[in-house]
């Protein structure tokens, strides 16, 4: 059975850095459109980065509510995917959840429902 396991959420002053953590388990991450969801209280979950398969043009994705403060990166002999996440802010208060999805990743934003695989998540909570 597939497995996501995320790690690296914490608390940080406004302008800090943290950087997340998704561990994949029982399937290679580099097959895997991999994607970073968020959820705050009261919202609903949405998408804030993904990282295509590892095939010969890799495509990513970044928000435009966290362009130039988040990169997703992934590190295929530790079969983990990473969300950088700096100059964060307290809007980016949110449980951080990593997803995966075995079709087609491209450029676009997606939709909880768009992926089939889900970590427990990790909290990251920014205080001003």
């Known amino acids: 059975q597939r497995q996501l396991v995320e790690s690296g959420g914490g608390s940080v002053q406004a302008g800090g850095s943290l950087r997340l953590s998704c561990l994949a388990q029982r399937f290679s991450a580099s097959s895997a459109c991999m994607g970073w969801f968020r959820q705050a209280p009261g919202k609903e979950r949405e998408e804030v980065a993904h990282i295509s398969a590892e095939t010969s043009t890799v495509y990513t994705f970044i928000d435009d509510s966290v362009k130039g403060r988040f990169t997703i990166s992934r590190d295929n002999a530790k079969n983990t995917v990473y969300l950088q996440m700096n100059s964060l802010k307290p809007e980016d208060t949110a449980r951080y959840y990593c997803?995966?999805?075995?079709?087609?990743?491209?450029?676009?934003?997606?939709?909880?429902?768009?992926?089939?695989?889900w970590g427990q998540g990790t909290q990251v909570t920014v205080s001003s």
């Open positions: 997803a995966a999805r075995f079709t087609w990743c491209g450029t676009g934003k997606w939709t909880i429902s768009d992926f089939r695989d």
